[in-house]
């Protein structure tokens, strides 16, 4: 084998790692601007705690954790600061964690 071979390999590989990870860091975190603040908890099954209220997660509804990975409901921390987004009939649809950045920047000012 050439002596040049084995860095060119390496250099090839090296390439190949970082184009497959591109795309996941070019994956932008939109929280939609209807989206309300609130503390949500998962009590059990379906059903969570919002600001206090039980409600009941919908059909096809995700759970976004603050690196926008979906997680299970299980998996929600307790009291967990949240955006979230309700469907028709008034279940839970998408639930973004925030992130402390996101926590700490005021909510907007609805038109």
């Not at 497959?20 to 070019?26: E, Q, V, W």
């Not at 603040?37 to 009590?43: D, E, Q």
């Not at 379906?46 to 926008?68: C, H, V």
Request: proline share 8%.
């Amino acid at each position: 084998m050439p002596s040049w071979s084995k860095p060119v390999k390496l250099a090839a590989a090296a390439l190949c790692a970082l184009l497959l990870s591109m795309p996941a860091a070019a994956q932008l975190r939109t929280v939609p601007s209807g989206a309300e603040r609130g503390v949500l908890s998962h009590v059990s099954g379906m059903m969570f705690e919002l600001n206090g209220e039980r409600i009941q997660m919908g059909s096809g509804a995700q759970i976004r954790d603050a690196s926008n990975r979906i997680v299970l409901p299980g998996m929600l921390p307790p009291e967990s600061l949240v955006k979230y987004t309700l469907d028709h009939e008034g279940h839970i649809h998408r639930v973004w964690i925030l992130t402390p950045e996101e926590a700490a920047r005021p909510d907007e000012e609805k038109k």
